[in-house]
């Protein structure tokens, strides 16, 4: 099995940063899609960036392109997301997630992954 965990998660003003890591165990990966979801007090879970692990491309929803970049680290077994130019909208819980079955193309699809983090909380305010 996988294990999942974030953290980076804080307090930040409005245009600052923050950078999310998510430590995968239990095996490596190799066929593997990872993303960063997100989910704000009573609105559903979305995602906010999705890479292919093996080649390294990502995938960003259309709310953080430009400002969202996710990386990986295929020695460390690790994930990052990091988030400039943040917005109060951004406030939510960040969750890392892992899709074993992934095809090329990782799916943004909630139900789609088999593997959730703990999820850590970015709060965006002035």
């Known amino acids: 099995q996988v294990q999942l965990v974030e953290s980076g998660g804080g307090l930040v003003q409005p245009g600052g940063s923050l950078r999310l890591s998510c430590a995968a165990s239990?095996?490596?990966?190799?066929?593997?899609?990872m993303g960063w979801f997100r989910q704000a007090p009573g609105k559903g879970r979305e995602y906010v960036a999705l890479i292919n692990w093996t080649s390294g491309r990502a995938y960003y929803a259309d709310s953080v392109k430009g400002r969202f970049t996710i990386s990986r680290d295929v020695a460390k077994f690790t994930v990052t997301l990091q988030m400039n130019s943040l917005k109060v909208e951004d406030t939510a819980v960040y969750y890392c997630a892992a899709d074993d079955n992934s095809g090329s193309i990782p799916s943004g699809r909630v139900s789609d992954y088999d593997y959730w983090g703990q999820g850590t909380q970015v709060t965006v305010s002035s």
């Open positions: 239990g095996r490596a990966f190799g066929s593997y899609a």
